[in-house]
């Protein structure tokens, strides 16, 4: 990644890093991240797990089925700065699971983010929102892609940036499968 392209989406980023988690808190679907505390810490009603690179949090429901969600934050790859978060999640509304992206401002958004496991084919994510926190983007996962990411071992999200540059981080799967298996509904 180039050194302005980093300064650029760095700036400010642990400060803007937690406004992201809070628009990334509000974005979801279920409500297993909402309770999260300052500081990272639960509240009494939902519970954390770790699945090596992932985290499951779990929201206690006494009315029905536990809502759980997946989350990974990914650092800089040149720094342990935080860069974005990735989030896997079954929405009510729909069968299949959803990946969300949070990623800092300064990339284009047109072209949107692109997923690729391992040297599999790539999926798109079109931007849904972006505000002064971040941007976020979004698809649902269908059954051959969550199998792919489940027996994979490294994914690549590749974004522009604002000169047209392609930038890929890479996102760990090591935990993934029992990350989503703990998750799955």
Request: proline share 9%; with cysteine; hydrophobic share 35%.
């Amino acid at each position: 990644m180039p050194h302005n392209l980093t300064q650029n989406l760095s700036k400010n980023l642990p400060k803007n890093l937690c406004k992201i988690g809070l628009l990334s808190l509000l974005a979801l679907s279920t409500s297993a991240f909402s309770q999260q505390q300052p500081g990272g810490a639960a509240g009494n009603d939902v519970t954390t797990e770790s699945f090596q690179d992932w985290e499951v949090r779990c929201q206690r429901n006494a009315e029905g089925p536990t809502p759980c969600a997946m989350a990974q934050l990914v650092t800089q790859p040149d720094s342990n700065q935080p860069f974005m978060q990735v989030v896997l999640d079954y929405p009510p509304q729909i069968d299949d699971p959803v990946m969300s992206f949070f990623v800092p401002l300064g990339v284009r958004l047109a072209p949107g983010l692109q997923l690729v496991v391992d040297n599999g084919e790539p999926i798109q994510f079109p931007y849904q929102v972006c505000q002064e926190q971040g941007c976020r983007a979004d698809a649902p996962i269908e059954p051959a892609m969550l199998q792919q990411l489940r027996s994979g071992n490294t994914a690549t999200l590749s974004m522009i940036s604002p000169r047209g540059e392609r930038m890929d981080v890479d996102i760990s799967l090591i935990g993934f499968t029992d990350a989503s298996t703990r998750i799955a509904r």
